[in-house]
């Protein structure tokens, strides 16, 4: 989608106000867009990521029910889509970010269950696009976004086993896409990273 472009520019350059106010008014056109076009996937798309967008802009003003809203607005469209056209890739992985993000607003609210099975969910949309497409670094990369959520939540519920057992998943993902040369240079910190928490919670259980 293209269309918020302006307003993501603004994000960016931390102009929340304007980014938010830039974001409202496109959505104002696309909801009328797709209520016009009720049948045209591509309105409702671009619909279903504005609410996306509105949520990430809420989330960083700190308004989480407002964010959830719109995260769950965008994710009502993002099913239908998916329904309807099972085979199209991009409308799955809209529905795995979109569980990712829900995941998040609920983690911050301390919604430790919601945020699971949120999770879960993004996890198992997650893996059948990585093992449709082993090349596709993107998807792979979402596979470990959503194997370290999953260890997060449990190291947080005091099951250092379940954690270990996620970030070992994610490593061995990451240590895979580097040794093919698919890693992006901007998440080469990861290996490492996914190491360190390894071992802490080794530790931890030595103790």
Same mark, same amino acid.
């Given at each position: 989608?293209?269309?918020?472009? $302006? ?10 106000? !304007?980014?938010?106010?830039?974001? +409202? =008014? /496109?959505? =104002?056109?696309?909801?009328? =867009? ?6 045209? $996937?591509?309105?409702?798309?671009? !619909? ?5 967008? #509105?949520?990430?802009?809420l989330v ?18 993002? %099913?239908?889509? $998916?329904?309807?056209?099972?085979g199209? $890739?991009?409308?799955?992985?809209d529905?795995s970010?979109?569980?990712?993000? #829900?995941?998040n607003?609920?983690v911050?609210?301390? &919604? ?9 969910a993004?996890?198992? #949309?997650? %893996?059948?696009?990585?093992?449709? &497409? ?17 260890? +997060? ?5 005091? &099951?250092?086993?379940g ?15 580097a040794?093919?040369?698919? !890693? ?5 910190? /990861?290996?490492? %990273?996914? =190491?360190?928490? #390894? +071992?802490?919670?080794? +530790?931890?259980?030595?103790?």
């Amino acid at each position: 989608m293209h269309s918020n472009n $302006a307003a993501d520019t603004r994000m960016l350059l931390g102009g929340l106000a !304007l980014a938010a106010a830039g974001y +409202e =008014r /496109m959505h =104002r056109i696309l909801t009328r =867009r797709a209520a016009a076009a009720t049948d045209d $996937a591509e309105r409702q798309h671009d !619909l279903s990521v504005s609410y996306i967008k #509105i949520g990430d802009v809420l989330v960083a003003q700190g308004d989480g029910a407002g964010a959830l809203a719109s995260y769950r607005a965008g994710l009502a469209i993002a %099913e239908k889509l $998916a329904a309807a056209d099972p085979g199209h $890739a991009g409308w799955q992985r809209d529905l795995s970010v979109s569980f990712i993000k #829900i995941g998040n607003v609920l983690v911050a609210q301390g &919604d430790g269950a919601g945020a699971l099975a949120s999770y879960r969910a993004g996890l198992a #949309i997650a %893996e059948k696009l990585a093992s449709a &497409d082993p090349g596709n670094a993107e998807w792979q990369r979402d596979l470990i976004v959503s194997n370290v959520k999953l260890a +997060e939540i449990a190291a947080g519920a005091g &099951d250092a086993a379940g954690a270990g057992q996620r970030y070992r998943a994610a490593l061995s993902i990451a240590e895979a896409m580097a040794g093919r040369g698919i !890693l992006a240079p901007v998440d080469a910190w /990861m290996p490492a %990273e996914l =190491r360190r928490r #390894i +071992e802490a919670l080794t +530790e931890q259980a030595e103790r």
